[in-house]
């Protein structure tokens, strides 16, 4: 069965701390991973992953993609209050097939 | 900057009924998709539209679902017969190439939350 599973589903922090969320999955022929943000409705675009070992970067935002191992991480450094929202991992496959995690729920705390 | 949009942004419908959720793409983009989200859930892929027929679809998508692109602008996703467990909001999305091939952003409208009572 496809599916994709983020960790942890929620997460505390105070402002200026690092933070890394986790998605790992298993899917047939996979093609890219996907991490967006929501905030109150639509997910916004983060980073498109499709090759291994190498991060992209935005920001104070960050993301690499392990292929052997059949996961992603998500780092956010020096958090701000404006991060708050759930990331959502998502990943595409088969053709035009795609599924998205459950979801971190980030706070971030003044 | 080119954007997603839908309307309505908030449908209310008698269970039963049928509703037209409506999307207009980005216009030189080429691939179309509908997911929903039932509140304080996870984002569902229900399918995926090109060429003027469905490339991908998900269990969800059964035959109460449909979608067309009636002219060159709007892609419209129809629900048959609406259960309350349709509640949701749908969102539309829109690349320039096939989403899974991993090469193009695939761009989100605001979406539009149906409440069937």
């Known amino acids: 069965e496809d599916k994709v599973v983020q960790s942890p589903l929620s997460l505390v922090v105070h402002e200026g701390d690092t933070v890394t969320l986790n998605c790992s999955y298993e899917?047939?022929?996979?093609?890219?991973l996907l991490w967006y943000k929501q905030e109150k409705k639509a997910p916004t675009f983060l980073f498109m992953l499709t090759s291994s070992g190498i991060e992209k970067k935005s920001g104070r935002l960050s993301s690499i993609l392990d292929k052997k191992e059949l996961f992603s991480i998500l780092n956010i450094t020096a958090t701000q209050t404006g991060d708050s929202a759930v990331y959502l991992c998502a990943v595409g496959f088969n053709n035009n097939d795609m599924r998205f995690g459950a979801g971190t729920r980030l706070t971030v705390k003044p | 900057e080119p954007e997603v949009t839908q309307t309505p942004s908030h449908q209310v419908t008698q269970m039963g009924q049928e509703v037209i959720l409506r999307c207009v793409p980005i216009?030189?983009?080429?691939?179309f998709y509908w997911y929903r989200q039932i509140l304080g859930q996870k984002v569902e892929f229900l399918v995926s539209?090109?060429?003027?027929?469905?490339?991908?679809k998900s269990e969800i998508f059964d035959d109460q679902f449909s979608v067309e692109r009636p002219d060159g602008s709007n892609f419209t996703l129809k629900i048959r017969s609406t259960k309350l467990e349709d509640s949701a909001m749908y969102f539309c999305?829109?690349?320039?190439?096939?989403?899974?091939?991993?090469?193009?952003?695939?761009?989100f409208g605001p979406g539009t939350r149906l409440t069937v009572l």
């Open positions: 216009s030189n983009h080429l691939y």
């Open positions: 899917v047939t022929n996979f093609r890219s």
């Open positions: 539209f090109y060429n003027n027929e469905i490339s991908e």
């Open positions: 999305a829109s690349s320039l190439t096939p989403f899974a091939g991993g090469r193009d952003e695939q761009f």
